[in-house]
Nanobody
Framework: QVQLVESGGGLVQPGGSLRLSCAAS????????MSWYRQTPGKEREWLAS????????IYADSVKGRFTISTDDAENTVYLQMNTLKPEDTAVYYC???????????WGQGTQVTVSS
């Protein structure tokens, strides 16, 4: 059974940092595009960053470039999102997404809430 389990969300003050984790299971973690998205009520889900496991390609949305860092621990089948200099507008539910290369399938996590507020 495929699972993507996010953790690490919570309440943080503006300017603070959080690290989100996404533990993957039930599929091969090799050559998978792992991504982070976020969504606020009434808005479309926003893509933030992607990393291709094994290959290592990384890309970021302009909205988070320079503040967020995506990384993986391939041995632990885990993808991370380090978020620094957080702003109130970063408040959202953050989702982990997996799309194996060469397969017509994709997986989503259940989401983790991040709230940036003083």
């Amino acid at each position: 059974q495929v699972q993507l389990v996010e953790s690490g969300g919570g309440l943080v003050q503006p300017g603070g940092s959080l690290r989100l984790s996404c533990a993957a299971s039930g599929f091969t973690f090799s050559r998978v595009v792992m991504s982070w998205y976020r969504q606020t009520p009434g808005k479309e889900r926003e893509w933030l960053a992607s990393i291709t496991t094994t290959v290592g390609n990384i890309i970021y949305a302009d909205s988070v470039k320079g503040r967020f860092t995506i990384s993986t621990d391939d041995a632990e089948n885990t993808v991370y999102l380090q978020m620094n200099t957080l702003k109130p507008e970063d408040t959202a539910v953050y989702y982990c997404h997996a799309e194996p290369l060469f397969l017509s399938t994709e997986y989503w996590g259940q989401g983790t809430q991040v709230t940036v507020s003083s």
